[in-house]
């Protein structure tokens, strides 16, 4: 079923400078949003991802601001799609990501607003580490077929309540979640798709995949939200 159409969503494109240019997101922010989600893309993938655009719209639909983000340059997109140089770069996808969070927290219809993660494949490493780096302003996450393994010790640093979806016939990735479960401080719970294979191609896994996600921030975004003023 498609997400209903949300009365009053605002859409814009937005640049964040990086060192070595600039990368690009679309920003949806409904009216009254509870928080934003951004979203890091898993490897070859970016702001287009049909699967995240998917989950995207449902988190609005449900009144969430969402960030789809090309965390590539244009020129790096360029030398990436003949060498595959850059889309395991962790370090520098996981930068790109914690410049859009603070891009988010500070500017705009999302300013001073509660932030979640929602990281796919190795875009889920990069989500752990800008938790990582960003306790304040990050208090939910929601990892997709994640490659936690990549994050490296950051994992350990992560104190936001962390759902992890993996699909019953991705056991490799099932068990990479699992270890890095084990060494988080902060509240976990995994979820296996019952089905779903790394992609989650198959009918009815991404619509359980944006259940899930879209559940998990509308319980923890709200509560990260300070209390208003007398």
Not at 118 to 128: E, V
């Amino acid at each position: 079923m498609a997400p209903r159409a949300v009365a009053g969503l605002r859409r814009e494109e937005i640049a964040i400078p990086v060192r070595g240019g600039e990368i690009v997101g679309d920003l949806a922010v409904p009216p009254g949003a509870i928080g934003t989600v951004v979203f890091a893309h898993g490897s070859g993938s970016g702001r287009f991802s049909p699967r995240n655009r998917s989950v995207a719209a449902d988190l609005e639909s449900a009144g969430i601001a969402t960030l789809l983000l090309d965390l590539l340059t244009g020129p790096e997109a360029e030398v990436d799609e003949e060498t595959r140089q850059y889309r395991f770069d962790i370090p520098r996808l996981a930068g790109r990501l914690t410049e859009a969070v603070d891009r988010v927290a500070a500017q705009g219809p999302t300013a001073g607003k509660p932030a979640g993660l929602y990281g796919a494949s190795t875009g889920g490493a990069a989500a752990l580490i800008t938790a990582a780096t960003r306790p304040e302003a990050v208090r939910a996450l929601v990892l997709r077929g994640a490659r936690s393994d990549l994050a490296g010790p950051a994992a350990r640093q992560v104190l936001a309540p962390t759902l992890f979806l993996v699909g019953e016939h991705d056991p490799i990735v099932r068990d990479l979640n699992e270890a890095t479960r084990s060494e988080m401080p902060g509240p976990t719970e995994l979820v296996v798709v019952p089905g779903a294979s790394h992609l989650f191609e198959e009918p009815g896994a991404l619509e359980e995949v944006s259940r899930r996600a879209r559940d998990w921030f509308l319980r923890h975004l709200p509560a990260a939200m300070p209390p208003s003023s007398p």
